[in-house]
């Protein structure tokens, strides 16, 4: 069964560095999406992206926070400088298109800044 | 803008039925979906509504009511491997696209 890829699956970095997430969709799956999960909270959407186009940033800390999805296909999320509050699980997800389809979550990324 | 509301927590003993409330407000509804989060792991999907009315798929059924702005989530014969976070979602048509919004999560605690 198809799933959709993370790494690194655990990040450990001090605050004012930079880091960077991966994600793979599962192929052939158009839509791509970054989310933020903070412990015992819902998933945040940071960005969608439709192919290599971004459909939706606005929850995306832009000052810090950059997201690429070159050829419309894997996607890399860079943080720099990353800072305490940063610290979270970091989702990637697909789906075939954007509408009524459910979406296929990666194992995600947990990031601890110190 | 999007306002889901959903319990914190909940509890329920095996083998008994659960149901887990969700109500949102929204400018353009176009579907809601439930997932279940183990701890640690990644969202997994359960159910997709789009209109008014009850989908039952196994021991888990989701409802639907769009004038009111609410869904349920049932669980049946409850097991201790049904001890997750349950999370209600709703998909807005926005300007830049379809939108999925989350709500907090409900936390079930499945007791023997």
């Known amino acids: 069964e198809a799933e959709v890829a993370q790494s690194p699956r655990y990040k450990i970095t001090e605050k004012s560095q930079a880091v960077a997430f991966w994600c793979d969709p599962i192929?052939?799956?158009?839509?791509l999406y970054w989310y933020r999960q903070i412990l015992g909270q819902g998933p945040e959407l940071l960005v969608q992206f439709q192919d290599e186009s971004v459909v939706d940033d606005s929850q995306l800390p832009k000052d810090r926070f950059s997201a690429e999805r070159l050829k419309g296909v894997d996607s890399t999320l860079k943080i720099q400088p990353a800072e305490l509050g940063d610290s979270a699980m970091y989702l990637c997800a697909s789906s075939p298109e954007q509408q009524g389809w459910e979406q296929y979550f990666g194992p995600g990324t947990r990031l601890t800044v110190t | 803008g999007q306002n889901i509301d959903q319990p914190t927590e909940m509890t329920a003993t095996e083998g008994a039925i659960v149901q887990i409330n969700c109500t949102y407000q929204t400018s353009g509804f176009n579907g809601l979906f439930w997932y279940q989060q183990h701890a640690g792991e990644a969202p997994t999907f359960l159910s997709y509504?789009?209109?008014?009315g009850l989908e039952e798929k196994g021991r888990f059924s989701s409802f639907l009511s769009r004038s009111k702005g609410y869904s349920y989530l049932l669980l049946k014969e409850l097991q201790m491997k049904d001890s997750a976070s349950y999370l209600c979602?709703?998909?807005?048509?926005?300007?830049?696209?379809?939108?999925?919004?989350f709500g907090g999560g409900t936390r079930l605690m499945v007791k023997p």
């Open positions: 509504n789009v209109l008014d």
């Open positions: 979602a709703v998909e807005d048509v926005g300007n830049a696209g379809n939108m999925l919004t």
């Open positions: 192929s052939g799956h158009a839509t």
